[in-house]
């Protein structure tokens, strides 16, 4: 009876033995999946932050043209003449101050 016990014991410790291999291995195959989903993921976010970043470089390199062209004399003075109807006064209109 004893050595039929020591068989089942024998038995029952492989069997936990394997179920606890088996987990840790699941476990840790789990966490590795797990990791390259997440890995990948963040690839893809940092791919589009990147380009959301490239798109508003150019729309800031664009605006600073903008802003070089409408602060230009020749801009301003273009506008002030089309829109605003204003030009430079005659001689008799100007009056000098002491």
Request: no cysteine.
């Given at each position: 009876?004893?050595?039929?016990?020591?068989?089942?014991?024998?038995?029952?410790?492989?069997?936990?033995?394997?179920?606890?291999?088996?987990?840790?291995?699941?476990?840790?195959?789990?966490?590795?999946?797990?990791?390259?989903?997440?890995?990948?993921?963040?690839?893809?976010?940092?791919?589009?932050?990147?380009?959301i970043?490239?798109?508003?470089?150019?729309?800031?390199?664009?605006?600073?043209?903008?802003?070089?062209?409408?602060?230009?004399?020749?801009?301003?003075?273009?506008?002030?003449?089309?829109?605003?109807?204003?030009?430079?006064?005659?001689r008799?209109?100007?009056?000098?101050?002491?």
């Amino acid at each position: 009876m004893s050595a039929r016990h020591n068989k089942k014991e024998d038995r029952d410790l492989k069997l936990s033995t394997m179920i606890i291999v088996s987990l840790v291995l699941m476990t840790t195959a789990l966490i590795y999946v797990w990791s390259h989903v997440h890995f990948t993921k963040l690839n893809y976010l940092i791919a589009e932050e990147m380009g959301i970043r490239d798109s508003l470089l150019e729309e800031n390199r664009k605006l600073k043209v903008e802003y070089a062209t409408l602060k230009s004399p020749q801009n301003i003075e273009a506008i002030a003449r089309a829109k605003l109807n204003m030009y430079y006064p005659e001689r008799e209109q100007v009056i000098f101050l002491k």
